[in-house]
């Protein structure tokens, strides 16, 4: 296993306004509502469940909130709501996935069309990117969780794959079906995670300038903030130097 440096201009960040705090607990809440719903109710008997408790713990969303999201998976009325992945090219070329959970499949699909097609991409077919990634396990402390040595020790001893640590933090990898055993270890050592989640990581980025990386950026947001949609992952990569004119843009 070896180290190497994260790279974090494929970071968004987002302000911490009400209004976004409120959609991010709002995606959270779906995300486990339906893991109650697809399993146990009870955390410690579903894995799913306990990873997306602990990032919504982990986003300071409230008790209550997730105690209400969980018991709203065994209402009468609770949406049903349906896993979808999208798949297309951004500007560049860059490869684009959208994990989304809708209960209503052809509203999602046609915003999330519409999106790739008013932002310089293209929506494809199932699978048509998906090979460029692996689906694995990714694990988030931040720098202060300890030095690079100590998480790349700690990581190693738990069995994961890889470690990326930079200056703001360090991302474990781990195997699809290790991703929970790899988790507690670390929590034995680290503490809890910042968050512990199922991505698909870029076998190889595509490099991007400031020009493409600026419309890439725009459409990545834009198709982050629709409701339906809990994750996006694209395999580009922008200098600093791009990255500083685009920020200054």
Known sequence: MAGHSHAKNI????????????????KLARE?????????????????????VQNARAQSMPRDNIE????????????????????????????????ALT??????AANVRSYFAKNGGALGET?????????????????????????ME???????DDVESDEEGHWIYTSFESLNEVSGALE???????????????????????????TLLKLISIIEDDDDVQNVYANFDISEED???IDAA
Not at 11 to 26: I, N, P, T
Not at 103 to 108: G, I, K, L, Q
Not at 191 to 214: I, L, M, R
Request: aromatic residues 8%; proline residues 4%.
């Open 11 to 26: 970071m968004h960040r987002k302000g911490k306004s009400d209004a976004v705090r409120s959609k991010v607990f709002s």
């Open 32 to 52: 486990i509502t339906v893991a109650a719903k697809l399993g146990m109710p009870d955390p410690a008997f579903n894995a799913r469940l306990r990873l997306a």
């Open 68 to 99: 209400r999201a969980i018991k709203k998976a065994s209402g009468a009325d609770t949406e049903n709501y349906d896993e979808i992945r999208y798949e297309g090219y951004g500007p560049g070329g860059v490869a684009v996935i959208v994990e």
């Open 103 to 108: 209960d209503n499949r052809n509203r999602t």
């Open 127 to 151: 699978n048509s990117v998906g090979f460029m990634f692996d689906r694995v396990g990714e694990i988030y402390y931040p720098a202060a969780a300890g030095s690079e040595d100590k998480v």
């Open 154 to 160: 700690a990581a190693i001893e738990a069995g994961a």
């Open 188 to 214: 034995k050592v680290l503490g809890e995670a910042e968050s512990a989640k199922f991505v698909f990581k870029p076998q190889n980025q595509v490099p991007v300038d400031a020009e493409k990386g600026a």
């Open 243 to 245: 990255m500083a004119k």
